[in-house]
């Protein structure tokens, strides 16, 4: 295994899955299989009677979802900072 690398396994719905991962970013593997069984556990006591992998295609759509939305809002953020830069800078030249 090359150096800054672990080895991990993540349980995600019962299954363990074996992944090589940059040390780094192990937390991040580990927080995302703990928001999907978390996820899932709210569906299938929503919708018990749903097959696992509806059940696994709902939680792939509420994470990707909840992500999309949060960069959505989050470029706003950058944009709208940016421009009040911007802003400044142009009040600034014409001040002078």
Known sequence: MEEGYVGINLLVNGISYPLVVLRSEEP??????RLINERLLKYKDTFAAESGEKL???VAIDIAYRRMKDTDLSGASRVSGKLLELTQLINDTIDK
């Not at 991040?28 to 299989?33: D, H, L, V």
């Open 28 to 33: 991040y593997y580990r927080q995302a299989a």
């Open 56 to 58: 696994m295609t709902m």
